[in-house]
């Protein structure tokens, strides 16, 4: 598999590295990690031409802080690459953030690995927006990272039944372990949850039910433990609420796709899930 990680030198772009290395993945992992200098960023558009005497001194000044600090960060994570033990290669690239990540994405990138805040405004690499851009645009799938690394064995999985909830079913069944440990050890346990709407009609409920054992059977079949939870409500709240009383250490949604009633888009839930969840979160594109 070959996985893109985001990293500006933060522990946030540390952890979206030492993540690839906990994810029980049971393809070969190939990580290319990225640190992205934005220039242009120390320039407001009116100081292309400065009229003010010294400015043009201290842009020099902070574009070479920041050289100098993309080769500190290239170096911390090609220590770190070789410490988890992780095949790679660390890149430095020039560019708008944003557009430079994705740029590097689309060249055949599987999953793509970043955290979810950066460094302070002065550093002009905020993670979080970042990551709430690449969850929209990325063309691969797209892992959030909100703390440090810890072995995955609950994951909680939000279906609609559409083909973005299918994609995330499949990701699962082809490139995660479901025995990370061994297989007499007890397998990765997924919680399969669906939330429809509060609709009196039983018929509703039934076809949820129902689709959350077809999922959790598909899961069952390919050795992972499951755990299905059918609830009433909001489907990101409810995606939510279940990662937290679960405790769980990754939730999976597909990228976006329609819900119950064929106005829920998965990628705002995602959006909102991203946002709020305790624990990282796996968009499946």
């Not at 170096?75 to 944003?98: C, F, H, N, P, Y």
């Not at 690499?125 to 851009?133: A, E, K, R």
């Amino acid at each position: 598999m070959k996985i893109l990680a985001a990293t500006d030198g933060s522990k946030h772009g540390k952890w979206a590295i030492e993540w690839l290395a906990e994810l029980p993945l049971a393809a070969q992992r190939v990580v290319r990690v990225l640190h992205v200098v934005d220039v242009a960023s120390v320039r407001a558009p009116f100081m292309i031409q400065p009229v003010v005497v010294g400015t043009e001194r201290y842009v020099q000044s902070e574009v070479r802080r920041m050289e100098a600090a993309a080769k500190s960060t290239k170096k911390e994570s090609e220590r770190l690459l070789s410490t988890l033990g992780l095949s790679g290669t660390v890149t430095i690239d020039k560019g708008g953030v944003a557009a430079t990540i994705m740029k590097h994405a689309r060249r055949g990138i599987e999953l793509l690995s970043i955290g979810s805040r950066g460094l302070d405004a002065l550093d002009r690499f905020m993670l979080g927006s970042i990551s709430n851009h690449a969850i929209h645009h990325a063309p691969c799938s797209v892992l959030v990272v909100k703390e440090s690394p810890r072995p995955v064995r609950h994951v909680v999985l939000g279906i609609d039944g559409s083909a973005a909830s299918d994609k995330a079913v499949k990701f699962l069944m082809r490139y995660v372990d479901p025995t990370p440990d061994g297989p007499d050890r007890e397998p990765v346990m997924v919680t399969v949850t669906h939330a429809v709407p509060y609709f009196k009609y039983p018929e509703v409920k039934e076809a949820g039910k129902m689709l959350v054992q077809r999922y959790g059977a598909k899961l069952a079949k390919s050795g992972f433990q499951v755990r299905e939870a059918l609830r009433l409500g909001k489907p990101a709240d409810e995606i939510l609420t279940v990662a937290k009383q679960d405790k769980a250490d990754l939730i999976v949604t597909g990228a976006k796709g329609m819900g119950a009633i064929r106005r829920v888009l998965l990628g705002s839930v995602s959006t909102r899930v991203v946002q709020h969840a305790h624990c990282g979160v796996l968009v499946v594109r």
